[in-house]
C-alpha cells in the first residue's frame, strides 16, 4: 500500500511569489491535514481538509489557503510568501475519524529568499 | 491553552542501554496520542497509537504508555542501537482533530 505522497520535495521561492503544494493521501483516506514545521515553533496546524470541505483551520493568516479534489488530493498555496514562511510542510492522511491515527508524508521543504 | 511538553530535549546514551522518554499533555479530553520518529530533514513515522481507552501498546523493542488521569505518556526503548538516533515526538489528537505536538526529545546512541 502506497503511503503518503508530497510534491515537490523541495522549492525556492522569492518574497512576493506563491507557491502550491500537493499531497496525495494513502488510499481510501479521506481526511487530510496540513502541519507546518519550523526549528523555532515545531509543529503547527495548518488545516484540515475532510471530504473536500475545510474541516478545521489553524492559526495562520488567509496567505495559507488550501482545497480537496474528489480522489482526496489536497493542495495547499501561500500567497505573497515572506522570508518566515521558509519551513518544512507535512502533511497527514488519516481516514478521518477522531481517534484515526495520522500517517505522514515525507515533506516538501520551501526556501523563501 | 493545550499544551504537550517533553522531557529530556535531547538525550545521549550507549548502545544497548533502554530508555525512556517523557511526554506530559494538558488536555484531559484526548481521543489518542501518538509518538512518531523523525530523521532529519525527513518526514514523521509513526511508531505506536494509543488509544484514550488503551493502558500501552507494544511494537518490538518499542512499548509505550497512557495515563490520562495524570496527562502522561512514555515511550520506552529497549536495548537501544544507534539506528534509533532521531527526534522523538509525541501528539495527541483532541476534540478538534489536529494532532497537538511536543518539541520532541533529540536522541542520539553511540556505538
Known amino acids: 500500500k502506497a503511503g503518503v505522497t508530497q510534491t515537490p520535495r523541495y522549492l525556492i521561492k522569492t518574497r512576493g511569489q506563491q507557491v502550491t503544494l500537493s499531497c496525495s493521501p494513502i488510499?481510501?483516506?479521506?481526511?487530510v491535514s496540513w502541519y507546518q514545521q519550523t526549528p523555532g515553533q515545531g509543529l503547527q496546524f495548518l488545516f484540515e481538509?475532510?471530504?473536500?470541505?475545510?474541516?478545521n483551520k489553524g492559526n495562520f493568516p488567509g496567505r495559507f489557503s488550501g482545497r480537496q479534489f474528489s480522489n482526496s488530493r489536497s493542495e495547499m498555496n501561500v500567497s505573497t510568501l515572506e522570508l518566515g514562511d521558509s519551513a518544512l510542510y507535512l502533511c497527514a492522511s488519516s481516514l478521518g475519524q477522531l481517534y484515526n491515527e495520522q500517517f505522514f508524508g515525507p515533506g516538501t521543504r520551501l526556501t523563501v529568499l | 491553552k493545550q499544551e504537550v511538553t517533553q522531557i529530556p530535549a535531547a538525550l545521549s546514551v550507549p548502545e544497548g542501554e533502554n530508555l525512556v522518554l517523557n511526554c506530559s499533555f494538558t488536555?484531559?479530553?484526548?481521543?489518542?496520542l501518538q509518538w512518531f520518529r523523525q530523521d532529519p530533514g525527513k518526514g514523521l513515522t509513526s511508531l505506536l497509537l494509543?488509544?484514550?481507552?488503551?493502558r500501552e501498546q507494544t511494537s518490538g523493542r518499542l512499548n509505550a504508555s497512557l495515563d490520562k488521569s495524570s496527562g502522561r505518556s512514555t515511550l520506552y526503548i529497549a536495548a537501544s542501537q544507534p539506528g534509533d538516533s532521531a527526534t522523538y515526538l509525541c501528539a495527541y489528537s483532541g476534540n478538534t482533530g489536529k494532532l497537538i505536538f511536543g518539541q520532541g526529545t533529540t536522541l542520539q546512541v553511540k556505538p
Open positions: 481538509y475532510f471530504s473536500e470541505t475545510q474541516r
Open positions: 488536555d484531559s479530553a484526548i481521543y489518542n
Open positions: 494509543i488509544q484514550s481507552s488503551q
Open positions: 488510499s481510501g483516506h479521506r481526511s
